[in-house]
């Protein structure tokens, strides 16, 4: 497993390994091959030796799933039952291709088990550090990082999304999403109704001008602190 790394005069990093099943070596790693990783922190950094499949992981990338030191075994497949049963079969097949040279790269998201049975979102690239003279990968470097609170947020943007649109589409009352400057960028039929406007007419148009002279002033006010975050509610005309 990887235990450690530093940079030699001639500016190559250089991984230092534990003994290990797999029988004590160093191996060295191009600073190329591994600039982005060093200029990250809390990434997981992994080996793939194609010759004996066999797989080695930092103490970081286990730690990240909430394992320790060796728990992992280092073959293959002890790396692939950790992928979520839902993207094991893509991961494989991305890392399959990539391996064949039928694409560039190997870049993928999706789901690692952690130790207490919990699942985090990672973002896994990998580069082909050494080729056999007919091509084949001889070894694989990789990296990973923790990417759950992004996935969270994507998806919970995604929900309300879906929210707002059946609410845009089944409500009601008038139901609109308004721009800070008023420009009125949604509004369910029943508001289109309301304000005796077809779709591509109202959408763009400044929500302020359907509003009537005598109570525009307030209707901004209104808006204004809504767009702030305070609560407001208000009778006016259109």
Same mark, same amino acid.
């Given at each position: 497993?990887? @235990?450690?790394?530093?940079?030699?005069?001639?500016?190559?990093?250089?991984?230092?390994? /534990?003994?290990?099943? @797999?029988?004590?070596?160093?191996?060295?790693?191009?600073?190329?091959?591994?600039?982005?990783?060093?200029?990250?922190?809390?990434?997981?950094?992994?080996?793939?030796?194609?010759?004996?499949? #066999?797989?080695?992981?930092?103490?970081?990338? $286990?730690? +990240?799933?909430?394992?320790?030191?060796?728990?992992?075994?280092?073959?293959?497949?002890?790396?692939?039952?950790?992928?979520?049963?839902?993207?094991?079969?893509?991961? +494989?097949?991305?890392? $399959?291709?990539?391996?064949?040279?039928?694409?560039?790269?190997?870049?993928?998201?999706?789901?690692?088990?952690?130790?207490?049975?919990?699942?985090?979102?990672?973002?896994?690239?990998?580069?082909?550090?050494?080729?056999?003279?007919?091509?084949?990968?001889?070894?694989?470097?990789?990296?990973?990082?923790?990417?759950?609170?992004?996935?969270? &947020?994507?998806?919970?943007?995604?929900?309300?999304?879906?929210?707002?649109?059946? +609410?845009?589409?089944?409500?009601?009352?008038?139901?609109? /999403?308004?721009?800070?400057?008023?420009?009125?960028?949604?509004?369910?039929?029943?508001?289109?109704?309301?304000?005796?406007?077809?779709?591509?007419?109202?959408?763009?148009?400044?929500?302020?001008?359907?509003? @009537?002279?005598?109570?525009?002033?307030?209707?901004?006010?209104?808006? $204004?602190?809504?767009? #702030?975050?305070?609560?407001?509610?208000? $009778?006016? &005309?259109?």
């Amino acid at each position: 497993r990887v @235990t450690g790394a530093h940079f030699d005069e001639h500016g190559t990093l250089m991984t230092d390994r /534990r003994p290990d099943r @797999t029988g004590a070596r160093a191996a060295c790693i191009s600073g190329g091959d591994w600039a982005a990783v060093l200029e990250g922190s809390g990434m997981g950094l992994w080996e793939w030796d194609a010759t004996t499949n #066999k797989v080695l992981f930092s103490d970081g990338w $286990q730690a +990240m799933f909430g394992y320790a030191p060796d728990e992992i075994g280092d073959s293959l497949d002890a790396w692939s039952s950790l992928v979520h049963p839902d993207d094991r079969v893509r991961v +494989m097949a991305d890392l $399959q291709r990539y391996s064949c040279g039928e694409t560039t790269t190997y870049s993928t998201e999706h789901r690692m088990r952690c130790k207490d049975g919990s699942y985090k979102w990672v973002h896994d690239r990998a580069k082909i550090s050494s080729r056999t003279p007919d091509g084949r990968p001889l070894r694989l470097l990789g990296f990973l990082a923790d990417i759950t609170a992004r996935k969270e &947020e994507e998806e919970g943007r995604l929900k309300r999304e879906a929210l707002l649109s059946l +609410m845009l589409h089944t409500g009601p009352g008038c139901i609109k /999403r308004v721009a800070s400057d008023g420009t009125l960028l949604q509004m369910n039929p029943a508001g289109l109704r309301m304000i005796e406007l077809d779709e591509k007419e109202a959408i763009g148009r400044c929500v302020f001008d359907v509003v @009537t002279p005598e109570h525009r002033a307030s209707f901004i006010d209104m808006h $204004q602190a809504v767009i #702030k975050g305070a609560s407001r509610t208000l $009778q006016f &005309e259109i």
